[in-house]
């Protein structure tokens, strides 16, 4: 059983990290080895990195990835953990209703919002403006994180709130005094969570954005790719460099993540 | 003096009513305007006979609901979505509950691979995209090399091209790039669950396989019953990985219903009969939603 | 307790940090939004704003048509025209969006059945002015600006043309002691002698794609089945030379790599240059990259016109990409016309369309004949192979526009159904003359 575990979990690494293992490697390779499949490079190379760096704008579509990103985090977190905590923790008319609205965003498939979201966006002036990514990134982050909300709000004894009532402490008081210290890894998580909702983004990214000046890392990456020549050269470097920021920002803040969504999440 | 006792009182209390709208109110205006609102838009299309996006079509009533209840293709489509839920529902299961299984424990490294493994989920589908076509190529991925020097294949796949196999190929992806995900949640549940449980039945003599059934399949039953609910919506709208991968062929076996939506719009320019076609779906799921909502509910 | 203030706290620097570093990007980006949304932004300062879509994402292109354009804008102070590289995913989706809101560009590139579909909207302008004085100056070859001209009026200027021909390892043919093929059968013959155990006859692309879209054509051209469609939309699909078009094509994918219905326009000159596949049929991109991809002297790359069935003429697909001129405001109009004036002197031209020698053709008499073009490093080296495809494209020639112009060709190209009639052959084993039934109803289908 115990040896069994330990071929399985082997198992489950090599399916989880072969592929960037593969095409990390990949990215060091010359031309012209490329398309061997060595494990190991027989000459290592940054030419790809190199011509990308310099070719593509990919500095400033990091920039722009990491402003939308931050962005989307930030509003989702100030709205959703208002809500949810009316939601979960308050007794008022509406309250299934807007707990339900709010979910059902999930059930309507995104690209077909594209052109009604472009012509609402262009009827505010946010087209080519990452504002744009970061009103509708939030809207599709909150719904989910709205909901991994409650598991947080749950696991805090109703007395709390009660007690606090009687001492005379205001609801809001109650909230950010009481409340938002207790559910601490809840915000932590959503956060996380919503940045990763809009790190990942492209459907729209790619049609409310017109200007190089304004491309996000997605849309950047798709563009690499190109439709009339093959250069998987640029296409491992690429996205190795998608995913390199992902990574550095998750190993300090993964930790957080998952213990957030682990101790909280529903119960 | 009393008199204005009173009235602050009923200040304080017309707030005190006021504060879960307050609260609440931010985050559903916002939704409203950049969910309902657009879709009220689709809604309008959907009885006009719009073709290409940002022509103005002619009002039509039902005729695009009729052209949609009749179209081969999409009955076609909602078949290859059924078998896509499924599939990924089945595999990332199995997956992410064998890993939460596994990791479900104090040690080190367990802790540790709680937070790597979910590497997959956070990159961009685009990107997943990109790896598995490169490790899946039909001419030189590696894969391929693999299977030819092992002599276990005498001809290269072509995995991704292949009208049999394609759907369960990007089934397998996806899911690559979902499962950590779950796993991390359903490992939520996990620990969630008194450890006095597996004590008393271990007292009792059960053995693994009882004690996964008797105890810790029920005691997860909020998170399986909501990551059913969620999960499925999730896979149903999946649309980028497929288009990115098959674009929906070879031959429309992987055309799922949010692909032949895109096509229907984007490619036959008939923006109209797509629209009628998102809100005849979105009607589906609704009341997916709402059967199993009532049917699948924990009881307590 | 105590712990969990300790995270709180953490958790609030770290939250501050956050809105540091986007104070930070956002000072930095503000800019940029303005200069990007201000579409209408003509006359500040005296000068007048032209933004210019171009659908050519490959880094070296963007980067060579911003140069030529640069170049344009330093030597006029008042105009400033401004590219902006878009995706032909997005063109259906987005522009008219974008079009209709008053987002759209002033000028944008296109291809002849995009013409037709933008034309809808209304907004295209008629060009006959410019064009009627570019053309006694440079001269704009026939088959891309036919495609441009109906309804007596000029709705886009041809820019640069792309024509297929079929590409060759010159050195393989030799080593089985063959020569180029002229006729079906030769290719078919050629193919199969050139098929071996390592390496493929030829590479196709079959993905329901553009790019199979286009390869099928120029069979079709060869075939002597070119008129899909007329100028009054009627289909002319079924018909036996399409039939006979199709067998040929699924026959050559027999010695194609077995992923072809995974291909577009990149793997088939992958598997080329990498000496994969000895043929290929295709445009001229594979020129320049052939010595460094191939490592194999230039020699090696040999091209002939696509060879022609019996009955058949002689031909290939000719996309004559243009542009259109989206805006009415008469100083842009004027902008533009100085900006056309500068951008078809030979001179600029030639280092506009070189961004990919070989592949993008001259489009003017005056750009054809002269030096400036002819010195590009790859398209001197391969003078011959150049005017092989410049006089392909003389008879070039593209569906919806070969019996007049169709209005509806873009609801075949649209959802490539050419392409899915080769799909219904290959992975729903129907027969040629079942497929191609099932296309012409799909096409009658998509008009309707």
């Known amino acids: 059983m115990k040896l069994f575990k330990w071929i399985y979990g082997i ?63 930030i509003i989702t977190t100030a709205l959703v953990v208002p809500a949810s905590y009316a939601i979960y923790r308050m007794e008022f008319k509406g309250r299934k209703f807007f707990y339900y609205l709010i979910l059902a965003t999930f059930i309507f498939p995104t690209m077909l919002l594209l052109v009604p979201v472009y012509n609402l966006m262009s009827g505010v002036n946010l087209i080519d403006n990452l504002w744009s990514l970061i009103i509708i990134n939030v809207t599709f982050a909150a719904p989910f994180a709205t909901w991994l909300m409650s598991g947080f709000f749950k696991s805090i004894p ?79 470097a690429g996205g190795m460099l998608t995913v390199i920021p992902v990574l550095i920002f998750f190993g300090i803040v993964g930790k957080y993540f998952v213990r957030g969504l682990t101790e909280g999440s529903i119960k | 003096m009393v008199a204005k006792q009173t009235r602050v009182r009923k200040k304080k209390n017309r707030i005190r009513k006021a504060m879960p709208y307050l609260l609440v109110g931010p985050l559903v205006i916002w939704i409203l305007l950049t969910v309902f609102l657009p879709l009220s838009s689709v809604i309008r299309e959907s009885f006009y006979s719009t073709g290409f996006v940002g022509t103005q079509g002619d009002f039509v009533g039902f005729e695009n609901y009729m052209n949609v209840f009749g179209s081969a293709a999409y009955w076609g489509a909602w078949q290859k979505s059924l078998l896509w839920v499924v599939g990924n529902m ?39 995209a990109i790896f598995w076509q490169w490790i899946l190529n039909g001419s030189y991925g590696v894969l391929n090399d693999v299977l030819l020097s092992l002599n276990i294949i005498g001809e290269p796949l072509n995995l991704l091209g292949d009208s049999t196999w394609s759907l369960f190929v990007i089934i397998f992806i996806n899911s690559w790039h979902w499962f950590p995900f779950l796993a991390v949640i359903l490992l939520a549940g996990l620990s969630g669950i008194p450890k006095e449980l597996y004590e008393a039945s271990a007292m009792d003599g059960a053995n693994k396989w009882q004690e996964f059934w008797k105890i810790t399949l029920p005691s997860l039953q909020h998170t399986t019953f909501a990551l059913g609910l969620v999960g499925t919506l999730w896979m149903f709208n999946i649309f980028d990985l497929i288009h990115s991968l098959t674009e929906g062929g070879p031959a429309g076996t992987t055309t799922t219903v949010p692909v032949l939506i895109y096509q229907e719009a984007f490619e036959s320019y008939n923006l109209g009969n797509a629209s009628a076609m998102s809100v005849v779906t979105a009607l589906f799921l609704i009341m997916f939603a709402v059967l199993f909502v009532r049917f699948a509910a924990p009881k307590d | 307790m105590k712990n969990k203030r300790n995270r709180f706290v953490w958790l ?22 303005e200069d990007g949304g201000d579409n209408s932004g ?34 006029h102070d008042d105009i400033e025209v401004k590219p902006q590289v878009q995706s032909w995913d997005d063109a259906y989706s987005q522009f008219p969006a974008a079009i209709q809101a008053g987002n759209g560009p002033d000028l944008l590139f296109t291809l002849p059945d995009y013409t037709t579909l933008i034309q809808d909207l209304g907004v295209v302008q008629p060009m006959d002015e410019i064009y009627e004085s570019l053309n006694e100056e440079h001269g704009f070859t026939e088959s891309a600006i036919t495609p441009y001209q109906y309804d007596d009026t000029t709705w886009a200027l041809p820019i640069f043309g792309m024509v297929q021909a079929l590409w060759y390892r010159a050195d393989f043919l030799e080593e089985e002691g063959l020569e180029a093929p002229q ?53 002319n699909f079924n018909q036996p030379a399409t039939v006979k078009a199709y067998e040929m094509y699924a026959e050559l994918l027999e010695y194609s790599p077995n992923d072809s219905n995974t291909y577009t326009w990149g793997e088939p000159q992958a598997q080329f240059n990498s000496g994969n596949a000895a043929m290929a049929i295709e445009k001229g991109q594979y020129l320049a990259p052939f010595e460094e991809e191939s490592g194999r002297p230039a020699e090696d790359l040999g091209v002939v016109p696509m060879p022609v069935a019996e ?55 005056s750009a054809m004949e002269s030096d400036a073009y002819w010195s590009n490093e790859v398209v001197s080296q391969y003078e011959e192979e150049v005017r092989t495809l410049m006089d392909i494209a003389e008879n070039g020639a593209l569906f919806g526009f070969t019996d007049g112009v169709s209005s509806e060709v873009g609801q075949i190209s649209g959802p490539n159904i050419l392409a899915d009639t080769l799909g219904q052959m290959i992975s729903n084993g129907m027969s040629a003359e079942e497929a191609v039934e099932w296309g012409q109803q799909q096409m009658e289908a998509a008009i309707e």
């Open chain 2, 90 to 128: 089945v595999v990332q299961t199995i997956l992410a509950f064998s890993v939460a299984l596994l990791l479900n424990n104090n040690r080190k490294i367990s802790q540790m691979a709680r937070t790597w493994m979910i590497i997959p989920w956070v990159i961009p589908t685009i990107v997943v």
């Open chain 3, 12 to 33: 609030s620097g770290f939250m501050l940090l956050l809105v540091l570093v986007i104070a930070g990007c956002s000072g930095d980006n503000t800019g940029g939004d």
């Open chain 1, 11 to 73: 198992a489950l690494v090599l399916l989880i990290a072969f592929p960037f293992y593969w095409v990390a490697i990949s990215s060091f390779k010359l031309p012209d080895q490329i398309l061997q499949a060595d494990f190991w490079p027989k000459e290592w190379t940054l030419q790809h990195y190199n011509e990308l760096i310099n070719a593509t704008p990919y500095l400033t579509n990091l920039r722009n990835s990491l402003f939308v990103s931050f962005g989307t985090m």
């Open chain 3, 311 to 365: 009955g058949g003429e002689e031909g290939s697909i000719y996309y004559s990409n243009g542009i259109m001129m989206l805006t009415e405001d008469e100083q842009k109009q004027e902008a533009i016309k100085t900006f056309f004036d500068y951008l078809y002197t030979p001179e600029n031209y030639a280092e506009f369309i070189n961004a990919e020698p070989g592949l993008f053709l001259p489009v003017t008499e």
């Open chain 1, 158 to 236: 109703p007395s709390l709130d009660e007690s606090a009532a009687v001492d005379g402490a205001g609801q809001l008081r109650i909230l950010f005094q009481i409340i938002l210290p207790l559910i601490a890894p809840g915000l932590a998580t959503i956060a996380v969570y919503s940045f990763v909702v809009s790190w990942t983004e492209f459907a729209f990214a790619s049609v409310l954005i017109s200007s190089e000046a304004n491309q996000v890392l997605t849309v950047g990456m798709n563009q690499i790719m190109g439709q009339y020549t093959v250069r998987w050269g640029w296409t491992t």
């Open chain 3, 183 to 235: 006729t079906w059968e030769e290719l078919t013959a050629a193919v199969q002698a050139l098929d071996t155990e390592d390496r493929n006859g030829i590479a196709l692309p079959a993905s329901k794609s553009l790019a199979t879209d286009q390869v099928l054509y120029t069979f079709m051209i060869t075939a002597g089945a070119k008129d899909i469609i007329d100028g009054d939309n009627n289909i």
């Open chain 3, 42 to 75: 003509d006359s500040e300062g005296g000068v007048t704003e032209v933004t210019l879509w171009h659908m050519e994402e490959p880094p070296q292109r963007v980067e060579r048509f911003n140069q030529v354009i640069q170049q344009f804008n330093e030597e």
